[in-house]
T-cell receptor, first 114, second 112 residues
Framework: DTAVSQTPKYLVTQMGNDKSIKCEQNLGHDTMYWYKQDSKKFLKIMFSYNNKELIINETVPNRFSPKSPDKAHLNLHINSLELGDSAVYFC?????????????FGPGTRLTVT | GESVGLHLPTLSVQEGDNSIINCAYSNSASDYFIWYKQESGKGPQFIIDIRSNMDKRQGQRVTVLLNKTVKHLSLQIAATQPGDSAVYFCAERGVGDYKLSFGAGTTVTVRA
């Protein structure tokens, strides 16, 4: 069973559209994250939820809105897509406390905005 | 701002040799460090981690060294294999933080 799964794996869309990426983890973790990886492979945290509560909200355009319906799911909705949003988006999860260990990453969603 | 960086963006290694990947960090308050491996088309995969109360930790074919005096982290891979070809990231986390701050990554290519 996949620990952290994301859908879709690839997403090609036009500028101005609205799209969502879904993430689910079956590890029983309390904390989930969204990262953006640019073309130079740099990984940057966007958001994090702990037990459905937003705990990290980095400087991200408000066109990006995370939603956590329960602690096993963290979805990312993007409004009015722009060319610069093209990247690979990774979901991750970790046990609940800050002193816990590693984050487990999903396989990524490659978003291409044309 | 604080950041985690890597000394070299690429590393070419002969199969069977040992690899050393270096990482410099700037946040002296960080207490947790971790190495990830990312293969092409996949998400980052945990390799090994170390807390600030240690200076060395060993795993299977991998060793992480932490030098807090000079804020330096390294990953050593013994007997490098073709399957070790990937991008390697170091990351750090501050005390009480949830957030991991990642470095830019080192691309390791193993030559047959």
């Amino acid at each position: 069973d996949t620990a952290v799964s994301q859908t879709p794996k690839y997403l090609v869309t036009q500028m101005g559209n609205d799209k969502s990426i879904k993430c689910e983890q079956n590890l029983g973790h309390d904390t989930m994250y969204w990262y953006k990886q640019d073309s130079k492979k740099f990984l940057k945290i966007m958001f994090s939820y702990n037990n459905k509560e937003l705990i990290i909200n980095e400087t991200v355009p408000n066109r990006f809105s995370p939603k956590s319906p329960d602690k096993a799911h963290l979805n990312l909705h993007i409004n009015s897509l722009e060319l610069g949003d093209s990247a690979v988006y990774f979901c991750a999860s970790s046990p609940g406390t800050p002193s816990a260990g590693e984050q487990y990453f999903g396989p990524g969603t490659r978003l291409t905005v044309t | 701002g604080e950041s985690v960086g890597l000394h070299l963006p690429t590393l070419s290694v002969q199969e069977g040799d040992n690899s050393i990947i270096n990482c410099a960090y700037s946040n002296s308050a960080s207490d947790y460090f971790i190495w990830y491996k990312q293969e092409s088309g996949k998400g980052p995969q945990f390799i090994i981690d170390i807390r600030s109360n240690m200076d060395k930790r060993q795993g299977q074919r991998v060793t992480v060294l932490l030098n807090k005096t000079v804020k330096h982290l390294s990953l050593q891979i013994a007997a490098t294999q073709p399957g070790d070809s990937a991008v390697y990231f170091c990351a750090e986390r501050g005390v009480g933080d949830y957030k991991l701050s990642f470095g830019a990554g080192t691309t390791v290519t193993v030559r047959a």
